[in-house]
């Protein structure tokens, strides 16, 4: 909850009007920032204590349709309030916007005022609690891919999302020359973002034509699930400011490469010493370490959900393309779904290789806790690591192939029940169904296509 902007230092800035606009937002079950612009003047006057939206912003799909079979909220219910309660440490300025700052808030029970639970800050606060009952801290950092395109959003919707030619002509990875000719849109995406107190490290071209990687320096769980947030909000816009299109589609093209959002994570004591670390260990990895990892590792089907929660997300898992098919650990393999950094030094972490970008920080954080915490707590062994090209490995755990797979395992999962409780459970999975029984009812242009004549 790093924010650069004190309540003081705000109530001040709109009283010389350097200020005019806040953006009050809460995430929502896609990762996307929802909410109002209140006049600054409001905002320090009242709306700081508390503001309202609609239940159904966490009962929606990505079309904001109104999806049937939730508990929680529906027109049963009447879809009432929620409170909106700024959390005043995630006050910001958000220097791509004139005069303008933002606040994240929590999300509270009209009635009760107590946290909607399966909201996702709501969730990812609830596991961080649990770690910092054990004495730990969280440390973890999202690598964010995402594809830019010559064209605007609206040039591209016009076309019926066909002309897609992306704003690179050829594999940019680590290309200089190449990513020099994207300065005008990635040079304000680094200097906005570490302007608006996200800690950026750097961008670099990604392993596709058009494709980009932001990287921001690793936090505490809670801020680098809100850094992801905002910088993948902020790609967006500015992209949109420059005439452009960003997506963080994980696969556009059935010959491109997909875009991932890798989870690097960790765990330090309070006095930040990193307690996956020990030179005695085999690796220098910690017991502490390797039965974390076996936790991700033993429950990762379980969890796959948040990590890849749309049909499209499956399309990213095939031999070749650096996005994993096994859930098995290897030593800095890109191959493999979970892969050892830093071995040998205090940078000493695990990458879980299996997220797509279009993931919600907030959940795929929180779930890779809880499973950590169950490998912990269950003292689970952590099996050798594996070699050479995992995709080859014949007797190596899959990772689920389709969203109706992962809907299964994500409906049985004992451990996330017992961590998110069933009806946070069950919520998502009503989630989950939604999008595969709209997905179902759709003829595809590939069906079309293949079969109009030939059938």
Not at 338 to 362: A, H, M, Q, W
Request: one cysteine or more; a negative charge.
């Amino acid at each position: 909850m790093a924010g650069n902007l004190t309540f003081d230092a705000l109530k001040q800035a709109v009283a010389e009007g350097k200020i005019d606009t806040v953006l009050t937002c809460i995430v929502d079950m896609q990762g996307r920032l929802m909410g109002k612009r209140f006049h600054a003047h409001h905002f320090v006057q009242s709306a700081w204590k508390e503001s309202h939206c609609c239940n159904y912003l966490l009962a929606t799909d990505l079309e904001m349709y109104t999806v049937e079979g939730y508990a929680a909220t529906s027109w049963a219910g009447g879809y009432g309030d929620y409170v909106m309660k700024p959390d005043l440490t995630t006050l910001r300025l958000v220097p791509w916007l004139e005069g303008t700052a933002m606040v994240l808030c929590d999300v509270l029970d009209h009635h009760h005022h107590e946290e909607v639970p399966h909201s996702p800050r709501a969730m990812l606060k609830k596991q961080v609690a649990r770690l910092e009952a054990m004495g730990l801290v969280p440390m973890m950092g999202t690598e964010l891919e995402f594809f830019l395109f010559e064209k605007s959003y609206a040039e591209i919707a016009k076309s019926g999302f066909r002309d897609l030619t992306p704003i690179s002509a050829y594999n940019e990875d680590y290309h200089i020359l190449q990513t020099t000719k994207e300065e005008s849109i990635m040079r304000p995406l680094r200097n906005h973002l570490f302007a608006a107190g996200i800690p950026i490290e750097n961008t670099k071209g990604e392993a596709e034509a058009g494709q980009e990687e932001l990287n921001i320096r690793y936090a505490p769980a809670m801020d680098c699930a809100e850094n992801h947030a905002i910088a993948k909000h902020a790609t967006k816009e500015i992209a949109w400011q420059h005439g452009h299109a960003a997506t963080f589609l994980p696969k556009w093209h059935k010959d491109r490469v997909g875009s991932s959002a890798h989870i690097h994570q960790s765990l330090w004591t309070k006095d930040g010493e990193n307690a996956f670390c020990d030179p005695q260990g085999p690796y220098g990895m910690s017991a502490t370490m390797r039965h974390y990892m076996a936790g991700l590792i033993h429950y990762a089907a379980d969890y796959t959900y948040f990590l890849a929660p749309y049909v499209n997300s499956y399309k990213r898992f095939l031999k070749g393309t650096f996005a994993p098919t096994k859930t098995v650990w290897s030593i800095d393999n890109r191959t493999a779904g979970f892969r050892l950094c830093g071995e040998g030094t205090k940078g000493l972490r695990v990458e879980c290789r299996i997220g797509g970008s279009d993931l919600n920080p907030y959940l795929a954080l929180a779930v890779q806790i809880a499973a950590g915490i169950k490998g912990m707590e269950d003292t689970l062994e952590l099996a050798p690591p594996a070699s050479g090209d995992v995709y080859q490995a014949a007797r190596a755990r899959e990772v689920p192939k389709t969203l109706r797979d992962a809907i299964g395992t994500l409906r049985k999962s004992k451990m996330l029940r017992e961590a998110l409780g069933d009806a946070v459970v069950d919520h998502y999975v009503r989630a989950a169904e939604w999008e595969q029984e709209d997905f179902d009812r759709v003829v595809t242009d590939y069906e079309i296509a293949r079969g109009f004549e030939r059938c």
